[in-house]
């Protein structure tokens, strides 16, 4: 009776969905009803893979145990990047002494062997003054936390524990603006929209440049590896519902303009048309093989997808 | 005459019975539902716990002094987390028990009629606010209050969540006391003013430990409150798994981690998703022994006056 | 003649004692300021960022991505469909419950065993009740995450509130009236229904009026069972055009609370939302400040009107 | 002289003429509070169409006893009867495990030593018997609250008022309330608790009037810590002591030749 | 015959002997509770070391008059007196506002009709007065409260479980547990307010012996419903009706002769 597309999934992703469901239920004068849940990555596929939600929203590609879950209750997907993220890592504006930081250094600070013992500064960089570190990260259960460990540390889920976490990134704001020892990493999104109160560090890439994280540099494939990008899943069965399709044909032609509205980072137009085709394909699975990959850039991405 | 009426009367009566009886049966079943409901809340944690209490072992459980279930190198040290949830609950109750208590011995024996009229439900709207907009108010204007006294103090902290947290259970303590000092029988008051007592002596020699046993059970309400409170937490501690018994530090405890896994909404199955259960009866088994305690004290020190 | 006629020694003694009595009385006051400034301060700076928010299209608008357009709409319907789901399951079991306890039970251990278990009820963390519902209303009943299994939990939660108030309610009757009707012959069903629910109705109504100004604010087990974030729709009407003129599907309808929404603008990156965060943290306020404030005049009323 | 108190209102009063047909008789009645023997061993007869009175000290049991002829100790758990209690002309036991309480309890009623009005209107109160007792006409409904209300002498005060809250009658007129609401359902015998103790003077008198008048009607059984009135109002009176019957009889022989050292010893005030 | 019953226990008692010394006198005391007047212009002498019986009805407003004493009334709001209650020998006004109630009641003190202990020990119960009244040292009170143990008659009963909770006392015990606390402060004016109204027969024995033992020590001043015992215990009595001092005099005069018809009705049992 009722035509509800239903969505859950990573709170990184919303927002653009967020955007997408509000013009898409406005475009349709309500007769579509779309609802988006935010239960992290790992709770959407697992709604996902029990047949619950139409579509997921996810911060990272899907993973092997979720593809066994979702192959097991016989559900079929297509993945569609929506957009780039930038993780950004951010410190308060008072710190004078962080110019930049290389992902060496991000690892000593965060790995899990730092905690209790890399407490202060001085610890990471003998130049660094000898004031304990306040560290400030999203929730282990979260997409951002798992790409940022592995992108960092070199494995996903490995980090220290002794840091103040939140779901809220806005928490997290707020705790680095606060404390003048603080350091902290979330989405791009929160760091533009409190520019004021905080400051970005520029991240060291391989070919050793020191990048703050924008719109420019993420197209241009030089901030890496902490720009990642997100996803929706769709599943095959609900697309055979004329609503599903039509907000996903919706979200693929309006994905770039609203991703930019919330702060994101839009893919090339290219990138949505090549998705689109795959919908129309029906072109299942994924380009990731299941395994978290770091670094991967737009470019890259598009490579890929042509590939399916 | 008499036996002729009897048997209309007696179907008459048999019905009457067996309708009581059935409105009893169903009045019973709702009495009984609280206990399904704990019964429920039990099986729902043990079932999941006993899972997890296969791959983690009781002695690791409690004896671990590290608290990283959803990290790379888990440890399962649930220490982490009640440090945590009683560090924050002495720091409210420290708030909360005294304030409340005074309040509560302020308004039954000291303020006027209209006075505690109006503070007592005013009072009580403290409890009704929604934690969340308390977890924001310690979080954005206790804490930077707080730091302008030590601004040592990181921007999370179990003192202004606590002290927030005090301040949300005071009506608890305070409403419940006054009641059972109210509920103190005049006479014993007259007793104590005719012997040319004042109101303090009167209040603190003879209506609290009359009241005792009432005031106990506000305590433990409030304790229970304590230990169980979670948004404020969430957003004001600081979810930092931290083995400190430091009001001063951030920390997580089990009611926080709990939303914060909740939200998170692991796969089922994980161990990661088992340990909430773990954790929730932990805190389910503390409560149940406060109030077990309560009710033992109350038992004990029953007025009779 | 020691203690009653040395006058002089009496009066000093008296004005010593009675310097306690000031001093308690200043404790007294200050605590009761304690509380009630918190409340004060609580309020003035969540109406100072949330009343420039409020106006009339705060509350018929549908959540959005733009913070000027963001309203409560569905949040608030959502409340009120949750709230009475709520007042149906939770007054007939707690009044049941507190009737039976106080009329009914015998005195054995099962009795005991009910009593001990209302006081622990009262006691149990909320978010515990939201593990309870989601184990048991949102799979194994398979309510999904709808409005009935979100009103069955807070019906649940705040059970012992309302049984707390029933018994409170019927023992302020006195034995007299009981035994009055029960010399007449009453059954004691109908001394109940007659008699006992009549005349305690107002301070039951007091308890239930309490117990929902506590459950419509309750974040953490609506959270826990997983209520929407986005939605922006209302669910369908319980009021039809043709008979039956009933429907009830709106209690499978997916929802979101006031609360959540609330929760969910205060984890927006942009400063705007924090406002309406304020607002709709206001209109909360109000909203269980109106609720209690209704209690009061019901239970002033009731003592005013009764005197046994 | 004024010490010549009890014997005087006494002898003035006419002897119940009529021949004597017991209506209720209690025998080995013992009642026990739990493990508390309230009552021990009592023997008493209650005369149709007369007033008895159950005097004695504070704490003697006079209530327990009465109380349990409409077998008002069931409605709290622990207690127990030993002994019976006899209601002629149908000659059964009202203590009988197979005897319904409430049966019992629509046949006689009882008259509370405070005024107990329900928080209903004045009609509703003294309807209420009728109306557990399945009566739903309003025609014979009316009629019958305004002949109890006539019996109990409430008509003409309350006749314009029928439906305003019973509360705001006065503590004599609530008390007549109770006594109309009792007469409105025809008991076989009426049973008072102290029923003018929380009463003034002349809202007594009206009260002790009303029960001489009723006992034309029905068969009363009467608490009192009030010698005189028992004095007043009864044509039986039983003296009790600690749960015992010390002596039961004629209320003119017994207050003016006590068989009993106890009894004379209350009635003379030398304690109580 | 049992009918002399109140006057042969009044004029088999010995007379006050001594000259009659004023203690207190109320004169034109009225009192309000919020707008209702229950106490109406009265005049009243206590005599020192005499026993003064106040009876009447009830709710004719003896508690009330008796709570004026020690401004019982303050602790509530909205009561207001009028008149005035001269205490001698220092001839200060009671009532007064500038005089402080505590002060009041430290000289005065009062038993109620139900027994009051404090949930607290024997020995704390009685010493509470003392520690009010800032005496700290063991020794002094350890012998102030035997003291007025053995005054109160309960010292023999209580002497090995001072430190036991006194709810654990009879009923009877209790009260004498109330009075020996009066007691222990060496009050100037003993007010007792149906003190054995909650008593059996015994335990009120044992009161009324104590009160006529107390007499030399501290003037009484007794509210009672029963006649009889004011006849026992009282020197003078006192009889109110609807707020007002009816009549007043030695209670044997007043018992055998009273001058008023309204106390003889009320003393022959005509009403009460
Ligand atoms: N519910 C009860 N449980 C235990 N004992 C009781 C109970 N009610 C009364 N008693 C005891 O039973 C005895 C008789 O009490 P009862 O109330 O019948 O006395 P009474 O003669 O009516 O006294 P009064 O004139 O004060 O009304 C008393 O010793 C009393 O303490
Ligand atoms: N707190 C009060 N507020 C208003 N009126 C009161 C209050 N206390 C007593 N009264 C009224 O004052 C009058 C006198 O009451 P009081 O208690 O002094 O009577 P009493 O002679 O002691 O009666 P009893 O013998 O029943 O104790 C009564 O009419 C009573 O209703
Ligand atoms: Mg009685
Ligand atoms: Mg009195």
Redesign the interface.
Known sequence: AQQIVKIDGSSTVYPVTEAVAEDFQKAKKNAIKVTVG???T??????FCRGETDISNASRPILK??MV?CAKAGIEYIELPVAFDALTVVINPKNTFIKQLTVAELKKIWE?GA?NKVMKWKDVNAQWPDQPM?LFGP????GTFDYF?EAVVG?????R????????DN?LV??VS??VN?LGYFGYAYYVENKDKLKAVPIVNEKGQAVLPSLDAVIAGTYTPLARPIFIYVSAKSLAKPEVKEFVQYYMTHGAKLSKEVKYVPLPDKAYAVSWEHVMKGKKGTVFGGTAEVGVTIEELLKREAKL | M?TQAQSP?LAQ?RA??L??RA??M??????????F??V??VY??V?ESVVFFQQVSIVAFLTDT???P????Q?FGIMVLLSGTLTSSVVALAIAI??GT??A???SE????KLR?I?K??????????????G??A???V??IL?WFYPEL???NLLSAGI?MG?MI??YV?SISEDAMRAV?M???????????????T?V??VV??A?SGIA?AY??G???A?????IL??AA?????LTFNPLE?A?TI?SY???????????GSI?YQT??AA?LT??LF??A???A??VLRKRFR??? | MPYARDLKSIRRL?AA??R??LV??C???L??M???L??I??FV??AIDGVPRLNWDFFTNFPSRHAAQAGILSAWVGSCLVMLVTAFVAV??????G???EE??PKNWVTD??E?????????????????A???FVYQFGFGQSILSAGFTLA?LI??VV?VATREAIRSIPVGIREAAYALGA???QVCKDHIIPYSSAGILTGVI?GM??A?????PV??I?ALTFIAFLPPSPIKAEPPFLSFEWLTSPFTV??IQ??NW?SRPEAAFLQN?AAA?FV??LL??A???F??WL??RLRKNIKW | MATVSVASSVESRPQPSAPLVPKVKASGLSFYYGAFRALKELDLVVHENCVTALIGPSGCGKSTFLRCFNRMHDLYPGNRYEGEIRLYP?DINLLAPGV?P??VRMRLSMVFQKPNPFPKSIFENVAYGLRVRGERSGRTLEGKVEAALRDAALWSEVKDRLHQLAFNLSGGQQQRLCIARALATDPELMLFDEPTSSLDPIATASIEELIADLKKKVTILIVTHNMQQAARVSDFTAYMYLGQLIEFGRTDELFIKPKNKQTEDYITGRFG
């Open positions: 935010i239960s992290g790992g709770g959407g596929f697992k709604k145990s979720e879950e899990p905690q306040k929730g282990a259960d979260s460990t494995k996903s889920k490995s980090s524990g002794d840091f103040t976490a939140s779901e809220d928490v707020q705790g606060r404390d603080g | 008499f009367r009566r009457r019975v309708k009581e409105i009893e169903v009045l019973f079943l709702a009495a009984l539902v609280s206990v409901t704990t429920g809340i729902i944690l079932k590290q608290w990283t959803l990290f790379d190198d440890h005294p304030l005074i309040i011995i302020y308004l000291f303020a006027p009629f009229e503070a439900p005013f009072l009580e709207l403290l409890a009704g606010v929604p934690t969340i907009v308390y924001f108010f979080l954005l204007f804490t930077p730091q990181p921007g999370f927030v301040v005071i009506p305070s029988p006479n014993l008051r007259e007793g104590s003013y005719a012997m040319g007592a004042t109101r303090f002596q209040a020699k003879v430990p009359a005792f059970s433990i309400l304790i229970s409150r230990v169980g409170e979670t948004m969430a957003v600081g979810m930092q798994p931290n951030p997580a009611t709990i939303v914060q896994v909740a939200l998170g909404d692991l796969p089922h990661g909430i259960f929730g805190l389910m409560t149940f406060c109030n077990i309560g009710h007025e009779t006056y | 008296i004692h009675k306690w009595d308690f009385a404790c007294g006051v605590a009761l304690v509380g009630l918190t409340f301060a609580l700076d969540m007939p079991l707690g009044v049941g419950a009737l039976y306890l009914y039970a065993v009910i001990i278990n209302v006081t622990n009820l009262a006691g149990v963390p909320s978010i515990v009740y939201g593990l309870l989601l184990g048991v649940l059970l012992p049984i059954t004691q069903w309490i100004a506590r419509i604010g309750e974040t953490a959270i826990t997983g006031m609360p609330m929760f205060t965060a943290g909360l306020v269980t400040l609720m209690n404030g209690a009061i239970r002033y | 149908d319904d409430i049966e």
